[in-house]
Structures are given as structure tokens and as C-alpha cells.
T-cell receptor
Framework: EAQVTQNPRYLITVTGKKLTVTCSQN?????MSWYRQDPGLGLRQIYY???????DKGDVPEGYKVSRKEKRNFPLILESPSPNQTSLYFC???????????FGQGTRLTVV | AQSVSQHNHHVILSEAASLELGCNYS??????LFWYVQYPGQHLQLLLK??????LVKGIKGFEAEFIKSKFSFNLRKPSVQWSDTAEYFC?????????????FGSGTRLQVQP
């Protein structure tokens, strides 16, 4: 079954404690991206990757890092989380940046 | 910068009522257009998409959308909503040949269908 898998689904952490949210897709897609969803703001792109070892900033990259060492995986790293990063995070993949995106189930992150 | 506007933030309808959700975007060039739906507690799923051709696009679950280039609009419609259509709906635009490598999403419309 074609899918995008994120882990964990829920995470509560403290300010400053590094964390990683994993994302994996099994569709051999080249393009992957991370979004955060906040009430009234829709989805905003954090980072994206056009292919292995090719990543770039989206609209709201501050406080986040990513890596793309393999085609299927695109982890999101918060080196020093802060409360304003409390949000719902979605990973997405697509064959190219111009085609339909497939979304993961989401990760609800709370930073206290 | 391109933007996507969804003017209806919260819509409440009774079952069998007709639905139209507005979506307007700001980019004047070639675009790919999408509507995604997010059911409570779930991830986003594609409802329908427009890349080219017939501007009236039919999607899943009886939804359709019409691309009107002159109005920069891509409104979502359904003739008769069901309680199971309760969800949040997002319009998204990909502006081609701009160098922007991302979908731009609207802020979403929360639809509540009352039985």
C-alpha cells in the first residue's frame, strides 16, 4: 500500500530538548516536504527536498533542520525546540513538485 | 508573493444542502490547482486536482470544482452534502515556472454538516 509514515504521532517535550520526527515513503517519490499546520493559517511549508542530498528552505524554516540521505526518508529535526513550535506537523511526498502530494498522518508536537 | 484565499472560514449546512467553497489565488501565470480534505483527526487527502484541459473537474465523493482563469478562482462544489462531509477543506496552488517549489495552501474552511 502506498503511504507516507510519520513517527511519532504525538509528542510532548520540554524546551531545548532535541527531537527528530521521522518520515518515510514507499512510492519512490523524488519530492518530499514538511509542513506545519496552525489554526487559521493553513499549512505552511518548512523545508522541502527535490531529491537525495538536495534540500531547501520553505516559508517557515527557522528552528528546523532536515536531511535527505536516502530517497525514502526525510526526517525533521528540532535542535532546540521552543513553545512556538507547538503545532501539527505533516510530511508529504510527490513524484515531482508539480504533482499530487501524499500526506502522512501527522505528528502533534507540544513543547512546554 | 503568491497567496491563496479561502474566504469562508466556517460553514454550517444541513444535510442535502448544496455546498460551494470559494478559493482565489494571486498568481497570474500557469497553475496547478488542488483541493484537499482533512477529516477530523486524519491527514490530508486529495479531493480533486486541475492541471489543464476541461476547467470543470470532478473528484471523489461527488465533489467538483471549476477553474475560472479570468477570476483566479477554483471553487469547490457539491450538490448535496452528507454528514460524513464534515471536515476541513484546503485549496492549494502550485504556481509553475516561478522557482517556487511548494504548494501554497489557503487557511482552510471548516465545514460542519448537521444531520
Amino acid at each position: 500500500e502506498a503511504q507516507v509514515t510519520q513517527n511519532p504521532r504525538y509528542l510532548i517535550t520540554v524546551t531545548g530538548k532535541k527531537l527528530t520526527v521521522t518520515c518515510s515513503q514507499n512510492m519512490n517519490h523524488e519530492y518530499m516536504s514538511w509542513y506545519r499546520q496552525d489554526p487559521g493559517l493553513g499549512l505552511r511549508q518548512i523545508y522541502y527536498s527535490m531529491n537525495v542530498e538536495v534540500t531547501d528552505k520553505g516559508d517557515v524554516p527557522e528552528g528546523y533542520k532536515v536531511s535527505r540521505k536516502e530517497k525514502r526518508n526525510f526526517p525533521l529535526i528540532l535542535e532546540s525546540p521552543s513553545p512556538n513550535q507547538t503545532s501539527l506537523y505533516f510530511c508529504a511526498s510527490s513524484q515531482t513538485m508539480n504533482t499530487e502530494a501524499f500526506f502522512g498522518q501527522g505528528t502533534r508536537l507540544t513543547v512546554v | 508573493a503568491q497567496s491563496v484565499s479561502q474566504h469562508n472560514h466556517h460553514v454550517i449546512l444541513s444535510e442535502a444542502a448544496s455546498l460551494e467553497l470559494g478559493c482565489n489565488y494571486s498568481y497570474g501565470g500557469t497553475v496547478n490547482l488542488f483541493w484537499y480534505v482533512q477529516y477530523p483527526g486524519q491527514h490530508l487527502q486529495l479531493l480533486l486536482k486541475y492541471f489543464s484541459g476541461d476547467p470543470l473537474v470532478k473528484g471523489i465523493k461527488g465533489f467538483e470544482a471549476e477553474f475560472i482563469k479570468s477570476k483566479f478562482s477554483f471553487n469547490l462544489r457539491k450538490p448535496s452534502v452528507q454528514w460524513s462531509d464534515t471536515a476541513e477543506y484546503f485549496c492549494a496552488v502550485n504556481a509553475l515556472r516561478t522557482g517556487r517549489r511548494a504548494l501554497t495552501f489557503g487557511s482552510g474552511t471548516r465545514l460542519q454538516v448537521q444531520p
